[in-house]
Structures are given as structure tokens and as C-alpha cells.
């Protein structure tokens, strides 16, 4: 599905990804796990295709298309997915004409068919459900006044509209108390599928008892420096990142 | 010879253009010259006629110093060589205006075609009681004694030039006059359609809007084109609202690409009384909008609102003087602009609170989205406060688009150029909400949208 070898990538004159490689196959959960500052935003946007970063060695493709050849919104239609870290509001767009918009592209760059009216009024809502967000949220302006947990669940509602091959989850756990994180990972659960791939980003273990990952990695400066199981995570939670990080210097 | 002298030398012959041309207008508006009061002879407008062309004639005619015109310039309006349109248009069926009509809209329908009023195309419907409107020259006919004193009794003396120009030479226009407490249920839309002519022609339509004390109306104005037709509009209003009276006005400038288009609104307010303008400019290569409010009571509240978008060589220029004279008054003005191609646009508002007027509330805010490097908005809000106990406040933005909220749309799969439309029509959004029809919210959002469509956003 992803693969990923030697990317490097810059902003502005500083090396940020310093050679990272990963391999994701179909229906496979990846954790990536690392201290702040080591990368784990700025390869999600790499991927995303957002502007401000230079790839300067490296390359990345998804079930075999060059991401690095496409617009962000190409890699999008493509089936890649970003639930943001920041999630941005957008005073004065309308969230559900957001939503109409985002799927009727993507529907028509697979050659679907736009939803009439009625059925996507029928799909929203049964999403909607499931991450506990209230009907009202789709005639608010995308992610304007939200609370943080609200912006988080409205990433994973749109991931749940969106249907994507390949989701990337940036934080998605950071802020939410326990009951909001139980939702986002039932909605996040309900999600997997052995054609589906995600790439879970955290800062914390504890998302990953609700998301059970088949791989953890591990990032720091910009390079996975560890790989293992999800034993890993438990690893990493008792004894900090100190010793793998300072390891790896030394 | 250096360049100072050049441009001043210039500038004398500019003026002189110019005066040439109100002159030659003003003597087509001559008395003998036009329909509204030749036969009628009403002294009282014939003596106001006359003092308006004075004014024009004694009136330093603007250069590129004058402040109120430093940033529109009046070149290219002159070398149009407009001239008065005299006779009334009345090839149009019904059928033709229907393209221009807002789907959904249940309105009184008055027309004016190239200034006149058309009771053809007009479908004024069944009027409450205390409710008058009709055509200015026919109400100058039937019963001018009705209109004496009111009439030019807001924009005569110290008026601008073009609002002199047009009292001396207005032909007609639209007369709406509510009687006190007098209820309009339906809003009443005034349509100025304008058709090209062999000649560029300057139409001069002239309204007054009159509200009885608790009087309540709701008026749509829209200005738009038959084609891409070369004229000039130079529309005048006069609204006066009684004590307690309510007026919801909007205003929608659509004028063809390649007309010329001047507005100058004077607004009074008695006590208590609420005016609500919204005034949306998309149309037109070069227009000029100002709105003149006075009070003559306490608690009234104006709020001025705007919506402008200028693309390839338009220029939309709105000027606003409210004069706080009296205690306990409040205004906002709100406008907002997006310039794209090499579009201009020009925001200058004056607040001013005498010293008497404490208590005033007033808050302006400009704020500008510029889509190309070519666009440009020169914004200046100005307060002049003479109160000590007042609360007033003044913002100016100049943005671009946010690269994060971009980034966000097209992450989402949708294009570089929906995900930009979409996010000016957000930004728009606050604006076009304030309309109080949704007819009209949509028909705006849909013009704005289409003009966004094919703008050039990149
Ligand atoms: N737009 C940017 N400009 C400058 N530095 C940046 C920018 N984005 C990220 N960085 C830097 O890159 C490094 C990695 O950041 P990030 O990818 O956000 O880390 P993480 O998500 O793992 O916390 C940090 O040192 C950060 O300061
Ligand atoms: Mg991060």
C-alpha cells in the first residue's frame, strides 16, 4: 500500500526527515511514536502534500503512484487521509457543503457517481452517530467555535465520509479526555478493514489500548530508529524514549 | 519641461474637460430640456434645478488633489463624452427582463428602464393602505405639492457634485412614501435596467424614500445590464425615516462590465428609527458609491454593511460620511472587499462625533481578501471625535488567502480553485447573511460565486 524509502525532507535550510523508510501493507495499523519536535507531523504533511517542506532525497508511493508527482488534493482522491493535529477552522464554510464537496470529488475522480441529496444526508447521519456528534455540527462553519474534542471527532467523521485507503492520524489523541478518546477510537475501529491501512501518530501509549497497532515505530530526528510490535509501545511508556534516542546517538 | 508642471498642466486640463462636460450636461437639464417640469412648471423645482446648476458651475472640479477623489480618478468617466439620455425606452415586453429577474423573489416590482420608470414592465401589485409609490415625473404631474420640500431637501445644498448635477438635470426616478405607522409586508424591488444605446448615454434617475414616523419597509435596489452596454448611471437618493420608522435596504450593483456607475445616497434618521443597508458591488469598470447619513434624533441606529468584488481594470469605490450631531446614536459600518486580477477598490469612511454627541456607538471595520498581486485597495477609515464619552472603534485587514486553510480543503480532495471560491464565499458569507431574504442570500451567493468561477484566482 505505502512505501516509503530514504525520504529526506527540509524546511527552509534544516534537515527535519533524515532518511526515513516504512513499508505498509493492506489492512495494517502502524503507530509512530516519538518525542516532540522529531518529525511525526512534518512526514504526515510530506505525505499530505502540504507546502513549506522540500523533499530532497527519498521517494514515497502509494500502491505504486509517486505522491510526490501529485497535487494534495490528486493524493487525496487517490485515498490518502490526514486527520490533522490542528484541525482549521474555516469561518463562513459551511460544513456540510464542505462534506458535499470533499466526497463529490473524490466520487467523481473514481468515476462514481455524485450522492443525491437524500442518501448523503442518510450516510452523514449514521456517521455522525457513531463519533456522538450532534446533527447541528453540519450546519456550523468546518471547525469554527468547535471544541478541541469536537475538531477531533469531525477529523474522524470526515475520515468515516471520506472512506479512505490510506489514513494518516496526526495526534488525533492529544486533548481528549477518556470518554472522548473511547469514541474516536471506536469510530477510528470501526473504520479498519483488511483494505484499509493507518498510520496512527502519537505522543502517548494510551491511545494505543483502544487502537491496537500491528507495528509500532519508533521516530526521533527525523529517522525510525526502533520497530518492533505493540509490545514496543508498553516499552516505550515504562521507560521513556531517552533510552532508545540516546542509544541510537551513542 | 519637469514633470510637476506636466502633471499639473495635466490636471488644469482634466479639470477643464470635465467642467466642459457637466457644463453640456447641465444645459441639456435646462428646464426647456427636460420632461419632469416643463409643462408643470413647479417654480419651486425649477429654482432648485437652477441652484443646483450654480453649484455645479462655482464648484472646484476635482483633480487628483481633491481628497474625495484622489484615488478615482475622473479621466476616464469624462473621456466617455457621456451625454443625457432623452427618451424614455419602451421597446422592452416583460419577457426580456425576466433573465435579470432573482429567482423566488416576492417582491413589488418596480422598473426603470435607462432612468425612466416603465409601468409596463413595473407589477407593483396591491399596495397597503399608506403606502404611494410611483414614477417621480408623474407624482411631479399629479401632485407636486406633495413632494415640496421634500424633495432635494437632502441632497441639495452642500451636496456633491454628482448629486448636483443630477438635481439639475434629473428626468425621473421612483417615489416610495409611507404614511405613519404604515406597514410594507413584501419588500419592494427596484430594478434599473439599463439597455446600450447607440451613444454612451448617462442616465440620472432620482429616488426619494419617505417613512412616516413607525413606518416599516423593506427595499431592494438593484442596478444591472441588458449585455455589456457603455453608459453612466448617476442615481440619487433621498431616504428620510421618521421617528420609530424601519428600513431594511439592500443594494446590488451589477452593472455591465464596461459601465460607469455613481450613487449618492443621503439618509436621515429621526429618533429611534433603524436603517439597514446592505450594499452589494460586483458590476461596473469604474463606480463610485456614497453614503451620506445625518440624524435628527436620538437612538437611531444606522448600520451600513457592504459587500464588493473588483477583477480585471473595475474599480469600486465606496465613500461614507456619518455625522453623529446627537446624543446617544448608533452606527456600524461594515464593508468587505475581494480584489482580484487588477482589480481596485477604495474604502473611506469618515465617522465624525460633535461634541454634543456623547453617548455615540460606532464601530467601522474594512476588511480586504486580495486574490493577485496586480489588486489593490487603498482603505481609509477615518473617526473624528469631538465627545468625550463616546464608543468608537476602526479596523482595517488587507489578507490573502490562509496557505493552512488551503492546504485543508485540497487535503479533503477538492480542488485548488473550489477550495479558494470556497473560502472567499466564507469570507463573503458574513456579508451576504445581513440580506433578511434568502431569494436574494442565494441569487447573491450564486452571482458571487460565478464571478469567483471565472476570475482568475491563481
Ligand atoms: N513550518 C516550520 N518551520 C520551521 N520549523 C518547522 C516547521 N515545521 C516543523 N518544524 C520543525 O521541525 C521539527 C519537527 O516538527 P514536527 O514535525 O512538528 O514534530 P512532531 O510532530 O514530531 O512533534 C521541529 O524541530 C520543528 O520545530
Ligand atoms: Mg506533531
Excluded at chain 1, 471506536?186 to 497497532?213: F, K
Aim: a negative charge.
Amino acid at each position: 500500500m505505502l512505501s516509503v524509502k530514504g525520504l529526506k525532507a527540509n524546511v527552509g535550510d534544516k534537515e527535519i526527515l533524515r532518511g526515513l523508510d516504512l513499508e505498509v501493507a493492506p489492512g495494517e495499523i502502524h503507530a509512530i511514536m516519538g518525542p516532540n519536535g522529531s518529525g511525526k507531523s512534518t512526514f504526515a504533511h510530506v505525505l499530505s502534500g502540504r507546502e513549506g517542506y522540500e523533499v530532497t532525497a527519498g521517494s514515497a508511493k502509494l500502491d505504486g503512484t509517486d505522491l510526490f508527482e501529485l497535487e494534495p488534493e490528486e493524493r487525496a482522491r487517490l485515498g490518502l487521509f490526514l486527520a490533522f493535529q490542528y484541525p482549521v477552522e474555516l469561518p463562513g464554510v459551511n460544513n456540510m457543503y464542505f462534506l458535499k464537496a470533499a466526497l463529490n470529488a473524490i466520487r467523481k475522480s473514481r468515476g462514481e457517481d455524485e450522492f443525491d441529496a437524500v442518501s448523503f444526508m442518510r450516510l452523514m447521519k449514521e456517521k455522525l452517530k457513531v463519533l456522538h456528534l450532534d446533527d447541528s455540527l453540519l450546519k456550523r462553519p468546518v471547525n469554527f467555535g468547535f471544541s478541541g474534542g469536537e475538531k477531533k471527532r469531525n477529523e474522524i467523521f470526515q475520515m468515516a465520509m471520506l472512506e479512505p485507503k490510506l489514513a494518516i492520524l496526526d495526534e488525533t489523541d492529544s486533548g481528549l479526555d477518556i470518554d472522548a478518546l473511547r469514541i474516536v477510537a471506536d469510530g477510528v475501529n470501526a473504520l479498519r478493514s483488511p483494505e484499509r491501512s493507518m498510520i496512527v501518530v502519537t505522543h502517548y501509549q494510551r491511545l494505543l489500548d483502544y487502537i491496537e497497532p500491528d507495528y509500532v515505530h519508533v521516530l526521533a530526528k527525523g529517522q525510525i530508529i526502533r520497530s518492533g510490535g505493540k509490545e514496543l509501545a508498553l516499552e516505550l511508556e515504562e521507560k521513556g524514549y531517552g533510552w532508545i534516542v540516546d542509544g541510537e546517538a551513542a | 519641461m519637469s514633470a510637476a508642471t506636466n502633471s499639473s498642466r495635466q490636471q488644469t486640463e482634466a479639470a477643464e474637460a470635465f467642467a466642459g462636460w457637466l457644463h453640456d450636461l447641465g444645459e441639456a437639464a435646462s428646464p426647456a430640456g427636460t420632461g419632469v417640469d416643463a409643462e408643470s412648471a413647479q417654480g419651486w423645482l425649477a429654482a432648485e434645478r437652477q441652484q443646483a446648476a450654480e453649484r455645479l458651475r462655482a464648484q472646484a472640479v476635482p483633480t487628483g488633489k481633491s481628497e474625495s477623489w484622489r484615488y478615482t480618478g475622473l479621466r476616464s468617466l469624462i473621456d466617455q463624452g457621456f451625454i443625457q439620455v432623452d427618451e424614455p425606452l419602451s421597446a422592452l415586453t416583460p419577457e426580456d427582463i425576466e433573465e435579470v429577474l432573482v429567482p423566488g423573489l416576492d417582491a413589488h416590482r418596480a422598473v426603470l428602464v435607462n432612468g425612466r420608470y416603465s409601468a409596463s414592465l413595473s407589477e407593483l401589485g396591491t399596495l397597503p393602505r399608506g403606502v404611494r409609490v410611483g414614477s417621480l415625473s408623474q407624482m411631479l404631474e399629479s401632485d407636486p405639492d406633495a413632494l415640496q420640500g421634500v424633495l432635494t431637501r437632502l441632497a441639495g445644498e452642500g451636496s456633491h457634485l454628482f448629486a448636483a448635477l443630477n438635481t439639475a438635470a434629473m428626468q425621473d426616478g421612483l417615489v416610495l412614501l409611507l404614511e405613519r405607522g404604515a406597514l410594507l409586508e413584501r419588500p419592494i424591488e427596484i430594478i434599473h435596467l439599463s439597455v446600450g444605446m447607440e451613444e454612451p448615454r448617462v442616465a440620472q434617475p432620482r429616488h426619494l424614500i419617505s417613512l412616516g414616523d413607525g413606518a416599516q419597509a423593506q427595499v431592494i435596489e438593484r442596478y444591472i445590464s441588458l449585455g455589456d452596454a457603455l453608459y453612466c448611471t448617476n442615481s440619487v437618493l433621498e431616504i428620510a425615516l421618521g421617528r420609530d420608522a424601519r428600513l431594511t435596504h439592500a443594494r446590488l450593483q451589477q452593472e455591465s462590465p464596461n459601465a460607469f456607475h455613481i450613487t449618492s445616497l443621503y439618509l436621515s434618521q429621526d429618533a429611534n428609527s433603524h436603517y439597514a443597508g446592505v450594499n452589494i458591488g460586483l458590476g461596473g469598470i469604474w463606480a463610485r458609491t456614497d453614503l451620506v447619513t445625518r440624524f435628527s434624533g436620538e437612538h437611531a441606529e444606522c448600520d451600513l454593511q457592504g459587500l464588493y468584488l473588483a477583477g480585471d481594470k473595475q474599480l469600486i469605490d465606496y465613500h461614507m460620511d456619518v455625522r453623529h450631531g446627537l446624543p446617544n446614536c448608533s452606527s456600524r459600518e461594515r464593508f468587505k472587499g475581494i480584489l482580484y486580477g487588477k482589480g481596485r477598490a477604495v474604502f473611506d469612511g469618515l465617522v465624525y462625533v460633535a461634541r454634543d454627541a456623547q453617548k455615540t456607538d460606532a464601530a467601522m471595520s474594512n476588511r480586504n481578501l486580495i486574490l493577485s498581486e496586480n489588486a489593490e485597495v487603498d482603505t481609509k477609515p477615518q473617526l473624528e471625535i469631538y465627545a468625550d464619552d463616546v464608543k468608537c472603534s476602526h479596523g482595517t485587514t488587507v489578507g490573502q488567502i490562509e496557505p493552512e486553510a488551503l492546504f485543508y480543503l485540497r487535503s479533503r480532495g477538492i480542488s485548488a480553485s473550489l477550495a479558494r471560491r470556497m473560502l472567499c464565499l466564507g469570507f463573503a458569507g458574513e456579508i451576504i447573511d445581513a440580506l433578511d431574504s434568502e431569494a436574494l442570500r442565494d441569487y447573491v451567493t450564486e452571482q458571487v460565486g460565478d464571478r469567483l468561477e471565472r476570475a482568475p484566482l491563481d
